[in-house]
């Protein structure tokens, strides 16, 4: 007679056969959509230099270049940018991230496109050097890593895209926790587990892909358990502040609100005098300004994005700053020294890049993104061979 305990697991154990093969094929390419265009995006910021150096590399120096141009960049950029693209209305200018480089210029998103133009300019030389529109669907080397961004983030389809990427990050978790699950040993050993963690050679195809589909999915399931919760948190934005926020204390960042007073207009003010007041709040060299918002007469306050030493996002930073006209502080977002809750908000972005755990991590997430691929080919294979037996 059979025992009811065993034959409820092993019911259980079809239904989570079930549940992981048909998710899988159903959810499949969309994992791996997101898997081949992640492993480029690791590396995002060196190819898009490498496809664009006019733009993203060092620029050799200027010979009609005078201290009084490369102390007021930002002055000299807005200039060059009115004359070479007039009518058009700045909204947020980039720092190079390698010295020497064109700043970049980032227009608001426009209403009916939903892109956003770049210029570059060169601000030392005063050369305006060309523009893309960001979120435009093309693949020439100016587009080719922002539309892969797109991509990968939104499905080239706004928030509707991001919310189904946020559920394909959700369905990866389960996924790599169902298949932990299926695999684990009954009766857990040295050797049970050197069975399930290799691959045996000299097997049948099903048996070698078989062996393949579980020992890569345990190898990376560690990987897969980090890189589905973040990308699921960072979809799910505002849902995972307020999980966290239940749990640890969280500071807001608060909203800008209109000046009882209103200011100069945007072009009117000395903005390259305010990054030095931004990085002059802290220690003499621990800090350097990223990106600028140019203020609006309506609000009488700029922000400013940069980036400490010691911060886990190495790009732009996650120190955020508020200054009026004068140069004062009116609000600060300090990564290094916040609640605790924002210090896993902070954390949450570098760590699904990989740049938060240094070249290793990198190489590992480039890596991993090739998994779905594989997970998804040898078990289409299974099932098919599957059925196959049964025909």
Not at 108 to 133: K, N, S, V
Request: net charge positive; hydrophobic share 45%; glycine share 8%.
């Amino acid at each position: 007679m059979q025992n009811p305990a065993r034959a409820r697991r092993w019911n259980a154990r079809k239904l989570w056969v079930w549940l992981h093969r048909w998710v899988s094929l159903a959810a499949g390419l969309l994992l791996v959509l997101l898997g081949l265009s992640g492993s480029a995006l690791v590396w995002r910021a060196e190819l898009d230099a490498m496809l664009n150096p006019a733009w993203l590399q060092a620029r050799p120096a200027c010979a009609t270049a005078e201290t009084a141009q490369e102390a007021e960049p930002i002055r000299r950029v807005l200039q060059r940018l009115a004359e070479h693209a007039p009518g058009r209305k700045p909204a947020l200018i980039v720092a190079p991230a390698q010295p020497g480089a064109a700043y970049q210029v980032w227009e608001r998103r426009d209403p009916q496109t939903g892109w956003r133009r770049e210029h570059f300019i060169d601000a030392r030389c005063g050369l305006y050097l060309g523009h893309r529109d960001r979120g435009a669907v093309r693949w020439d080397a100016a587009h080719l890593m922002p539309t892969l961004f797109e991509l990968h983030r939104y499905l080239l389809s706004g928030d509707r895209g991001e919310t189904v990427v946020g559920i394909g990050g959700m369905l990866l978790l389960g996924l790599g926790l169902s298949g932990i699950w299926l695999a684990w040993p009954a009766r857990p050993s040295w050797r049970s587990w050197r069975q399930v963690l290799s691959v045996k050679t000299g097997a049948s195809a099903a048996r070698t892909w078989f062996d393949v589909h579980r020992a890569v999915g345990l190898w990376m399931a560690p990987v897969l358990i980090v890189l589905s919760l973040t990308g699921a948190a960072l979809a799910f934005g505002d849902s995972t502040r307020a999980l966290v926020g239940s749990v640890l204390p969280v500071q807001s960042w608060p909203k800008l609100k209109p000046s009882a007073q209103p200011a100069a207009a945007s072009t009117d003010w000395d903005y390259d005098t305010l990054t030095r007041a931004a990085e002059a709040q802290f220690p003499a060299g621990q800090a350097r300004w990223t990106r600028i918002t140019l203020a609006k007469a309506s609000e009488g306050q700029t922000e400013l994005r940069l980036l400490q030493q010691g911060e886990w996002r190495k790009d732009t930073g996650s120190t955020r700053l508020r200054l009026n006209l004068q140069g004062q502080p009116q609000a600060m977002h300090d990564p290094l020294h916040t609640a605790a809750g924002n210090q896993v908000l902070d954390f949450i972005y570098p760590l699904h890049k990989g740049e938060a755990l240094g070249l290793g991590a990198r190489l590992l997430w480039t890596l991993f993104g090739l998994v779905p691929a594989i997970l998804l080919g040898s078990g289409v294979f299974l099932w098919l061979r599957r059925r196959a037996a049964r025909a």
